[in-house]
């Protein structure tokens, strides 16, 4: 697989490189950046609002200083653990990010090939562009489903039912979009499913050739999960629109039993962001959480996902596996998180540059340079084994709201 790169600190013109020859997630970003339309990447990178909680969840987790050890002896490393149970090869997992299926066409199915084949978790989100069902054809294999609650709980059941029908091995529960966080620069380049047909936007397109074939390869252009099974919703277009008039605004802790009732498999709440909330999460019987703020998504202004995590962690222990989403880019990242009692990394906005940069081949080079750093990071702090990594891992932390 090949993908146009250019050094970024010099003129050189678009060279086309191997995409073994890139060596990091910014690499990936910078390839996407040139082959996605403006709309969809933007979408992938923004925040909300003045994006401060987007720039803290990255500042702060590069404030933690890792503890480097010598003379430990690191031969035959193992980067694998668990993940509801289940043995995973890395402490990672791909964590649902919306309209995958328009960075790069079948986006949500080649994402998740990569996954399976590198031995760790797919989410799809609901606001998928592959449906649930296209993406249990193409892989064969379970994944994990990402459910946003919407006032049609009769169309919940049946989301939920499709889920099960697949092979679905977890549902990830979306506890803190039931209001949209505004992000500027989809309001600026009028973001639509499908992509509308502006001049701008089609001058636009009209420069990513290689988008344009593959998409038009796509099994879906729309959100493959919603259109055609919403009575009045058939022609869904717009992610704000459905926001606004679907999603449960009323969810609380008590519609936490209906879920359950409606699902008997592994239930991870994702969105906990205060301490006070994880242990109403333990009480709820969920089986995991994540703590994330939405990758700066949603209540600009929040606390980083990494100044939360420890604190959490402390509080419910071992009553719930805690799991955790924000900021990362690099395999280091993962290596914080870890040592503040992460149990695995849910992985978003890394590889779906990938995706856009080059497919299956670009999200399985995102979770190859991510276990190679991580693996690096390991040794060099003295760790044989990920599942032993711990907080003599880390030296210093220091939030920029407390600097």
């Known amino acids: 697989m090949f993908a146009l790169g250019h050094r970024a600190d010099q003129n050189y013109p678009k060279l086309l490189v191997p995409m073994k020859k890139i060596t990091c997630i910014a690499d990936l970003r910078e390839i996407a950046s040139r082959k ?86 797919f989410t799809l989100s609901t606001m998928s562009i592959c449906s649930i069902e296209q993406v249990a054809e193409a892989t064969g294999k379970p994944f994990w489903f990402q459910l946003y609650m919407m006032r049609d709980r009769g169309f919940i059941a049946e989301l939920i039912g499709r889920a099960k029908a697949a092979g679905c091995s977890a549902l990830v529960l979306t506890v803190d979009l039931q209001v949209l966080g505004q992000r500027h620069c989809d309001v600026r380049n009028g973001l639509s499913v ?3 047909l502006g001049l701008r936007n089609v001058l636009n397109m009209a420069t990513k050739p290689a988008w344009i074939l593959s998409m038009l390869k796509s099994k879906s252009r729309t959100f493959g999960n919603l259109a055609g099974h919403v009575k009045g919703m058939e022609d869904v277009k717009s992610l704000a629109e459905w926001t606004a008039t679907q999603f449960d605004q009323a969810l609380s802790w008590n519609d936490i039993e209906w879920v359950k009732g409606q699902w008997p498999g592994k239930l991870i709440l994702k969105g906990i962001l205060d301490v006070q909330d994880a242990k109403l999460a333990v009480k709820s019987g969920a089986d995991a959480i994540v703590v994330s703020n939405h990758g700066g998504r949603q209540l600009d202004g929040a606390a980083s996902s990494i100044s939360i995590l420890p604190g959490i962690v402390d509080a419910v222990g071992s009553e719930i596996e805690t799991m955790f989403d ?58 044989k084994r990920v599942v032993d990594v711990d907080r003599e891992a880390v030296e210093v932390f220091q939030s920029s709201r407390t600097a």
Not at 40 to 57: I, P
Not at 328 to 335: E, K, L, P, V, Y
Not at 343 to 357: E, F, M, P, Q, T
Not at 363 to 370: K, S, T, W
């Open 36 to 121: 996605v339309p403006r709309a969809f990447f933007d979408y992938v990178c923004a925040g909300s609002y003045e994006e401060e909680t987007l720039r803290e969840n990255v500042d702060d987790l590069q404030k933690i200083k890792l503890r480097q050890r010598v003379l430990v002896d690191m031969s035959g490393r193992d980067l694998t653990t668990t993940a509801l149970g289940e043995k995973i090869s890395l402490p990672i997992a791909l964590a649902p990010v919306a309209l995958t299926g328009l960075q790069y066409g079948n986006g949500e199915i080649l994402a998740a090939q990569a996954a399976h084949e590198a031995g760790i978790p």
């Open 194 to 196: 499908p992509p509308e």
């Open 326 to 383: 924000g900021g990362i880019r690099t395999g280091m990242d993962i290596m914080r998180a870890l040592a503040l009692g992460a149990k695995i990394c849910l992985v978003g906005r890394s590889y779906a540059w990938g995706v856009g940069a080059g497919g299956k081949a670009g999200a399985a080079r995102a979770i190859d340079v991510l276990a190679k750093e991580l693996d690096v990071t390991m040794a060099l702090c003295g760790y």
